[in-house]
């Protein structure tokens, strides 16, 4: 069934709320209107994500994580990757964890992205992300940018390729690896296809690894292969 939504004085239809494979949660960090990602599990380890053709906008990002994971500060995520169009944005996350302000709930999660601003998609970045303050006037979720890395060397600049990117995270330390799908997987601390950086100290807490989606136009797809969350 369709839910309703408000455009000016026009009621409209809109697209569904999104119901998560069994075992998964879906949530948004940023939503354009009631645009909406449909999630499948295609097998052991593979996870496709299409945008509905009644999508309207291109600003929504999400994240998909398995709801009974186990949680801890120290944890890793991998996912081999490919798009319909190279402005759909894929990624992962780590510590995706509730966030509180006030009596205001919300998420909280450090992501690593690859860049589709300027068609610069040879680089990464590195947000951190809280969608509690979305219930301030500005209706905007935090949303801080604390790197980016060009990766260009490490995708033999051909930054169109099927890729695989991981990124793990100990304490402070977050370790990014990138490498074309085909290639042999490189090892941490490989100087071309390693990336390292440190989040603050206050995003030091215990939450689950996932997936990042966004920026999805209407029947946009992206598939994510062997999926690999480790925690501890």
């Not at 979305?134 to 949303?143: E, H, I, K, L």
């Not at 604390?146 to 930054?159: C, F, R, Y």
Request: charged share 20%; net charge negative; aromatic share 6%.
């Amino acid at each position: 069934m369709l839910a309703a939504c408000t455009m000016g004085l026009v009621v409209v239809a809109c697209a569904p709320e999104p119901e998560p494979p069994t075992g998964w949660s879906q949530v948004y960090l940023t939503r354009d209107g009631g645009d909406v990602a449909h999630v499948r599990i295609e097998g052991t380890g593979a996870v496709a994500v299409e945008a509905d053709g009644r999508n309207t906008g291109t600003n929504s990002r999400g994240l998909l994580y398995p709801t009974e994971s186990e949680t801890s500060p120290d944890e890793q995520s991998c996912a081999g990757t490919t798009v319909s169009e190279q402005h759909a944005q894929e990624g992962v996350a780590l510590r995706i964890a509730p966030s509180e302000l006030g009596d205001h709930e919300g998420i909280r999660a450090i992501t690593v992205t690859k860049n589709v601003w300027g068609h610069a998609t040879h680089s990464y970045n590195v947000h951190l992300w809280d969608t509690t303050p979305a219930v301030t006037p500005s209706g905007m979720a935090s949303s801080e940018l604390i790197d980016s890395a060009d990766m260009s060397v490490a995708l033999h600049e051909q930054p169109t390729r099927e890729r695989r990117l991981c990124a793990r995270i100990e304490g402070q330390l977050l370790e990014i690896k990138v490498w074309p799908a085909d290639d042999a997987e490189p090892d941490w601390g490989d100087p071309v296809h390693t990336h390292t950086t440190e989040v603050p100290e206050s995003w030091v807490y215990a939450g689950r690894p996932g997936l990042y989606f966004g920026h999805l136009h209407a029947n946009d797809w992206l598939r994510a292969v062997e999926v690999d969350f480790a925690a501890g």
